[in-house]
């Protein structure tokens, strides 16, 4: 029976002191040291000191000496383990504890000058601490080996003991750096344990820490202690069998039926680790310490210092967790052994939360956001080596890796022109051409292609498009480069993460916007008459704004990172230069025929450019020194340019980030907008400097003015006021650039029937919708407000009533406000537009249109009725943006430059035909109006002038329709019921009409206005009878006319010939002659 006595230490000053004990005895004084084992049964003060008895009693036998050694060593320490001894460390304690020991003993004899003695010691040591090693996996590995320990329970030492190991002093708010139960890890102990073994002993050991590490950081957010956790798997994978064992694990990829994105985020060994946050999560899966409660919580009452020291921390800590992902990451990649697992599990994780680009996404079937997001930044960095400023490994992108790759599906995202039907096509055609040249290779090349398959990554996915077979499913597999997996696994996932998040803060916003709004409202109806409900309803929308304010900061905290900004805005501007490259490069104009490359690629990879770019806007800082020439180009590329972007709203996207640089630009010089002026002058010299810019940014910004007028959208009629506000705002900014003015006026010139018709013709139909809409709705406003103003009968309302009303009264200022923004920006556009392009405007197809917009909207600003739009509170004007002073005189304008450049004299006749507005007195009471107001002199007299011409042009009509008296039905045109000059048959409906009607009518609508079939003008025919006919008519009856005349002038005549000879025979007669 071994026995735990005491032994009197024995230290290295008494080696230093009896230097005549031999080697052996050296070696035996320090073997007992390390192990805390007696062979003789001397007394030990240290209670943790065993006597192996029969250990030694079996070595007496043996004739060998009571002396520990290195051939003894594993024996002794078998039968140290295998029996329990009162006071002595368990297993796993007492292995560390023999390891630590042999560290310090390693310390002591390097001191010793006998250079042999020492090396002899060393390697003493080295075997103790292997021995030590190995028994501590051993006990670990195969829990029933030893009787003296649970190796099982002593599994879960392992993991605090590597967390004493790897700790720090900034590891998370709440975080403990304690041991295993006390017990600190001595130096080299956890290299050697996880170094020198193979990955079967090591399995279950993995097993279990890796499920340890997972747990330790479940529903940790960005204020835990998630960094010690981290740590520990930075280490761990740093040993080639860990990290076998890692992606070997069970849980690496969880698998079964059940599996989706939330799954694979909080069971998968990875997925925690991605899950830590900043960014809010639904209430189930909320991570704690609670952020917004903890950094954020009523934050309007804070300093701004103290908020901006609880971002800059969220920042640090989060840009903690990237970078340990990375590594884990690079770690696994950089493993020949692991990378295939690694790529899988993130083609596993984008396929398990496809859905994440949904508008709504279930919680409980995809990933949080904090996961997609942080996993974006962690594959934004592993995009870095590829994204140098001149993108020299941009070859490596293969676009056929969209088609034929085995992991991520593709094919099946909407793409930029291509429909699917187009896809499946090409696709088919394009492995039926290269099966076939298979069959003509050399043998060498079939042995080579039959190596690659042998060696490819992954199985082919089943095809989303049934039409088509990816080439891997018909025999022959590709295998790409890592730097195209990684590209195109990264836009994926920023399109599902990165991009998300945006979309996520923009409606966030909104909806905090909204509810203060609401608030607004609400609080001012307490005024009207309070109730319980009403108070209720208050007391929720400010519990619901401080959660979004809280919700908003988290997301600033963790997305307003100027660093993470510019690695997404260089991995897009390698996207970006990439597209390009499929079409030929950055030149125009494009090819007539969009190759199908590109037709074919994912339109979310443009979308993606677009809102990553318009969300940089709001951090101008992330822009600065960064290269945005490519992105300019491309735009003006691509935005007028249907036929290789089907989407209109993609390319109003575009010009939405156009709009915000322009705002940049502007506030060049300006120190409040804190837009550092190296950025604005940047974008302001793209502006205007640029080549492609100064050729086609005009000529395309018209292009899309007219094209967006038709999306396809339900909503389309709305949408287009607002994709136009932006093109308008970016036109009406390039006017007053020179050399864009000049472009301008040339597209005016060669496009005169053609483009720029056609944007002349849907600003006035916007002019006149919007400003109708608008100054209607102002009695309407001006109605409620005189009901609020008659107070007693106000009171004597229901509550209910008076709160709808006030509602009503509200929604009706805001459309005022909306319509009334609009409408400015596009009589604005008429206005500088006109004075130097006046020649549209007179066409025949477009003057009527012109005349009658101007006057109706004379008729409100100058007519009788205009004292229906005068508000009691100045104010109003200004919340409006209604200026009717200004509006009047940019209509004046407006009159003034047509008829400035009308050289035929047909604008005059034009007013004067518009039988809705126009009268004689308009104009008179117009220039009455336009002389309080102090408009110019020289524009009073000319619109004077031209009221003048008008006046003299209707009595000019007048005596026509005198003329022709009853016209013939088949002579007048059906729509408008004038006398035709130019009748035209239209093909399908086959019905005459006048040919400047139905091309005003073509402006707006390419259709038969008869029967809706399709119809553009080289469409028209011409009816050369009818013509005649008419011209005949006219001719007849003015030669009818002209009859008339003469004979009542021959009858007038004669009367007077009458009349005078009857005078001087009366006056002549003298009856004194008779």
């Known amino acids: 029976m071994q026995k735990a006595l005491s032994q009197p230490p024995t230290g290295s000053a008494m080696l230093a002191q009896k230097p005549q004990k031999t080697p052996a005895e050296i070696e035996d004084i320090i073997l007992r040291k390390i192990f805390l084992i007696s062979l003789t049964g001397s007394a030990s003060s240290d209670p943790k000191v065993v006597y192996l008895e029969l250990t030694a009693a079996e070595i007496l036998s043996e004739g060998r000496p009571l002396l520990l050694c290195r051939d003894l060593l594993e024996r002794v320490l078998i039968d140290r383990l295998s029996q329990n001894f009162p006071g002595a460390d368990p297993p796993f304690h007492y292995l560390v504890g023999c390891y630590r020991r042999a560290y310090e003993e390693g310390k002591k004899v390097g001191s010793m000058k006998d250079k042999g003695l020492r090396s002899e010691m060393e390697s003493v040591i080295r075997q103790a601490k292997k021995l030590a090693v190995s028994y501590c996996r051993i006990h670990l590995g195969i829990p029933d080996t030893f009787a003296s320990g649970d190796g099982v329970k002593d599994r879960k030492l392992l993991l605090p003991l590597i967390f004493s190991e790897v700790s720090s002093a900034v590891d998370g708010f709440g975080g403990s750096s304690s041991g295993a139960g006390g017990l600190s890890c001595p130096p080299g102990f956890l290299e050697e344990f996880f170094r020198d073994s193979d990955s079967d002993s090591l399995e279950p050991i993995l097993s279990d820490l890796y499920d340890g590490l997972r747990h330790s950081v479940l529903n940790v957010s960005a204020l835990g202690n998630f960094q010690q956790p981290l740590r520990a798997l930075m280490m761990l994978v740093t040993f080639p069998n860990c990290a076998k064992c890692l992606v070997a694990n069970r849980w690496w990829i969880p698998k079964g039926a059940y599996v989706n994105g939330r799954v694979m985020e909080m069971t998968s060994i990875l997925g925690p680790f991605f899950h830590v946050s900043a960014l809010p999560d639904p209430g189930i899966f909320k991570s704690q310490p609670d952020v917004g409660q903890q950094c954020f919580s009523e934050a309007s009452t804070r300093r701004p210092a103290d908020l901006m020291s609880s971002l800059t921390t969220i920042r640090t800590v989060m840009n903690n967790l990237y970078d340990g992902l990375r590594e884990v990451l690079l770690a696994l990649l950089k493993n020949t052994d692991t990378r295939e697992s690694v790529l899988e599990y993130l083609a596993e994780l984008i396929k398990r939360n496809a859905s994440r680009s949904h508008i709504q996404v279930d919680p409980l079937s995809c990933a949080s956001s904090g996961m997609f997001f942080n996993f974006s930044a962690v594959m934004l960095q592993l995009c870095e080596p590829f994204l140098d400023a001149n993108l020299t490994k941009r070859d490596k992108i293969d676009p056929k890796y969209v088609f034929y790759n085995s992991r991520l599906d593709l094919r099946g995202l909407t793409a930029l022109h291509a429909s699917s039907e187009e896809v499946a096509a090409w696709i088919g055609k394009d492995n039926c051409e290269k099966i076939d040249g298979l069959s003509h290779r050399s043998d060498e090349e079939n042995r080579l292609l039959q190596s690659q398959e042998a060696t490819s990554s992954g199985n082919s996915t089943s095809s989303v498009l049934s039409k088509a077979k990816p080439l891997s499913s018909c025999g022959v597999k590709n295998k790409y480069p890592f730097i195209c997996e990684c590209f195109f696994m990264t836009a994926r996932v920023l399109n599902l993460g990165l991009l998300k998040a945006f979309s996520d803060f923009k409606h966030l916003d909104q909806d905090l916007s909204r509810c203060k709004e609401t608030l607004s409202t609400l609080k001012a109806m307490q005024g009207q008459g309070a109730s319980p409900q009403l108070e209720l309803d208050i007391a929720r929308l400010e519990k619901e704004i401080e959660l979004y304010s809280q919700e908003k900061l988290c997301y600033e905290a963790q997305m307003m990172d100027g660093a993470l900004l510019q690695r997404a805005l260089s991995f897009y501007r390698l996207m970006v230069v990439w597209l390009v490259g499929l079409v030929g490069g950055f030149k125009m104009p494009l090819p007539s025929q969009c190759p199908m490359e590109f037709a074919c690629m994912p339109e979310h990879f443009v979308e993606d450019v677009m ?404 119809l553009t003008q080289d469409m028209l025919i011409p009816d050369v009878e009818l013509k005649a006919r008419i011209e005949e008519f006219v001719r007849a009856q003015e030669l009818k006319k002209q009859s008339q005349g003469l004979a009542l002038d021959m009858q007038s005549s004669e009367v007077d010939f009458q009349n005078t000879k009857g005078k001087i025979t009366s006056a002549d007669w003298n009856p004194m002659e008779q």
């Open 611 to 1014: 809102e990553l770019l318009i969300f940089a806007c709001r951090f101008p800082k992330a822009l600065d020194g960064f290269m945005l020439e490519e992105f300019l180009n491309f735009i003006i590329m691509f935005m007028a340019s249907p036929s290789y972007v089907r989407n209109p709203y993609l390319r109003a996207k575009m010009v939405e980030v156009l709009n915000y640089w322009m705002q940049i630009s502007r506030s060049s010089g300006s120190l409040s907008s804190g837009i550092p002026s190296s950025i604005s002058s940047a974008i302001l010299a793209l502006f205007e400097g640029n080549q492609l810019a100064l050729e086609y940014l005009v000529r395309n910004l018209l292009n899309l003015y007219v094209d967006i007028e038709f999306t396809g959208s339900h909503t389309q009629f709305y949408d287009k006021f607002n994709i136009r506000h932006n093109i308008a705002e970016l036109l009406e900014y390039l006017w007053n650039v020179p050399s864009h003015c000049n472009a301008w006026r040339q597209i005016a010139r060669e496009e005169e029937k053609g483009v720029y018709l056609n944007f002349l013709n849907f600003l006035i139909n916007d002019s006149i919708y919007l400003l109708d809409e608008s100054l209607n709705k102002i009695p309407e406003v001006k109605g409620i407000e005189a009901e609020m103003a008659n107070t007693a009968e106000w009171e004597r309302r229901p509550a209910q009533e008076r709160q709808d009303r006030t509602r009503l009264f509200h929604s009706l200022e805001n459309i005022i406000r909306i319509d009334m923004k609009l409408a400015n920006e596009d009589i604005g556009m008429l206005v500088f537009t006109s004075e130097q392009i006046s020649a549209p405007f007179l066409l025949p197809e477009m003057v009527d249109r012109v005349a009658s917009m101007l006057n109706y909207f004379l008729l409100q600003l100058a007519g009788p009725q205009r004292n229906t739009l005068t508000l009691k509170d100045p104010k109003k004007y200004d919340t409006y943006g209604f200026q009717p002073k200004e509006l009047l005189k940019k209509i004046v304008r407006i009159y003034v430059h047509v008829a400035r450049g009308d050289k035929e004299n047909v604008f005059p006749s034009a007013i004067s035909k518009d039988g809705r507005s126009y009268n004689e007195q308009l104009f008179a009471d117009a220039t009455d109006v336009l002389r309080k107001i102090g408009e110019d002199i020289r524009v009073i007299q000319e619109f004077v002038e031209l009221g003048a011409k008008a006046k003299m042009a209707a009595s000019d009509a007048m005596d026509i329709e005198a003329v022709l008296g009853e016209i013939p039905d088949e002579f007048l045109d059906p729509i408008q019921y004038t006398l035709m000059k130019d009748p035209v048959i239209l093909p399908s409906s086959r019905i005459t009409v006048d040919r400047p009607v139905i091309q005003r009518h073509l402006l707006s609508d390419n259709s038969d206005p008869f029967n809706r079939s399709h």
